[in-house]
């Protein structure tokens, strides 16, 4: 499987402390299943948490040693979750921005309380400025959850989404889980990613036992697109596919209540 938003660079947002809790964090991901992660740290225009790109590289080089000398094997790209701002077109401009890995995606992601003013637009101009967008678990935003419609026009518009493993399990509450299932049950979600600051903290068990019964709601294959194809295609730059509809989605969405 592919992380697309994950937390494992340490010593730079409210991720791992040390490299040893990101080499930690890393054989949790191995033994999840993933073999290729995009370390994530938090960019929030006008904090403290506005790490420079090289300071983001040369961590990812930190890591990706220490996980080849504990003999491990898994793969980290660089990227960013950066917070959804109007200071994103100029940050583009001046080069401050990392996209996740090679591609011209950015994690985009939207606030927990109230949406930015001007938030539409700001999405469009990002995308007239050539990258796409994965906005990072939209379900976890009570304005997005609470109104399906801006999500059908975000999608028509080339917004991906991204929701959170740790969705589906409620660990950020009903609203969330409920956006969540009903938005696997429409066929509104393009990956998945952990999202993961520390080894353990995103209970990387109860990951596998929600990817089954995420396979019942909506089948292997669109799980199989979700965690691996479509994460995949995203970092070579290619158009991500939609879930596909199958008599599962509606079928089993009870059973994660």
Not at 110 to 133: D, E, M, Y
Request: glycine share 8%; charged share 20%.
């Amino acid at each position: 499987m592919i992380d697309l938003h994950c937390h494992i660079l340490h010593a730079i947002d409210d991720g791992p402390a040390t490299i040893e809790e990101s080499v930690q964090t890393a054989a949790a991901l191995i033994e999840t299943g993933y073999g290729l992660v995009v370390a994530t740290p938090h960019m929030i225009p006008g904090t403290a948490w506005m790490p420079p790109i090289n300071h983001v590289k040369s961590r990812v080089r930190q890591i990706n040693e220490a996980i080849r000398l504990a003999g491990m094997e898994l793969e980290i790209l660089s990227g960013m979750e950066i917070a959804l701002d109007p200071l994103i077109p100029d940050l583009l401009d001046d080069g401050r921005l990392l996209p996740l890995g090679n591609s011209s995606c950015l994690l985009v992601e939207p606030p927990f309380q109230q949406l930015p003013p001007g938030w539409r637009q700001l999405v469009f101009t990002i995308l007239a400025k050539g990258h796409t967008i994965l906005m990072a678990h939209p379900e976890r935003c009570p304005q997005l959850s609470a109104n399906p419609k801006w999500i059908e026009d975000l999608i028509q518009s080339g917004v991906y989404l991204q929701i959170n493993w740790g969705s589906f399990l409620g660990h950020y509450g009903k609203p969330a889980k409920r956006a969540a299932i009903r938005w696997a049950q429409t066929g509104w979600i393009h990956c998945l990613a952990t999202d993961s600051h520390h080894p353990g903290r995103r209970h990387f068990a109860g990951m596998q036992k929600a990817a089954v019964k995420l396979a019942e709601m909506i089948g292997e294959a669109n799980l199989c697109q979700l965690t691996h194809d479509n994460p995949q295609r995203l970092l070579r730059d290619e158009p991500l596919h939609p879930m596909v509809a199958s008599g599962r989605m509606k079928k089993h969405w009870w059973r994660f209540w």
